[in-house]
């Protein structure tokens, strides 16, 4: 500890909350007064000490300071207030909006997380199917390959090639290209 600045791992130990949840009251205005100076892995975050002591007094003294939860916006209320009324919770009461606000979130983040793994399933599944096709292209080829150089390996050359053969497996390649393809 520096005597007239901390560091984020500091500030969050000394107020009692997670580091992620500092940097996230950072970021709503908690600590307006930060700066970067050199620390053992480069440039870090420092936080002033009269802003931490300001915090840690707001803290012990239950003012509105670092610990008081944020005012729900007004807008936000408003849109919440049909379904407040729904299941009866007054439009005053901050800490039962966020809960009916979590509650939606929550809600929308699972079907959305469902609506992700079916997506990814199908592709699966899609995947599969094109790997299975693209391996019997691969074998018409292995046919086609042998039947222009003389039949399977080990067998003599034939004098000529059937020029009728070679079109029907170029058929047959086609049109499991043309499958692929859709």
Known sequence: MSGDSYTLR????????????????????????????????GLETRIPADDVARALEDLRGGGVGFAAPLPVPAEVTDSLLPVAREVG??????????AIVAEVLREERTEFLEVVRTAVALQHSALLDLNTKLAEIHV?????????????AGAPAPRRVEVEHVLQEID???RMLALVQQ
Do not use: C
Not at 89 to 98: K, Q, Y
Not at 140 to 152: C, K
């Open 89 to 98: 919770v007054a439009a005053a009461d901050p800490g039962a909006l966020r």
């Open 172 to 174: 047959e390649i086609e």
């Open 10 to 41: 500091e500030v969050a130990e000394l107020l009692g909350v997670s580091k992620r949840t500092l940097q996230r009251r950072m970021k709503e205005g908690a600590f307006p007064r930060r700066f970067l100076a050199p620390g053992r892995h």
């Open 140 to 152: 018409a080829l292995e046919r086609l390959r042998a039947s222009l150089a003389g039949g399977p």
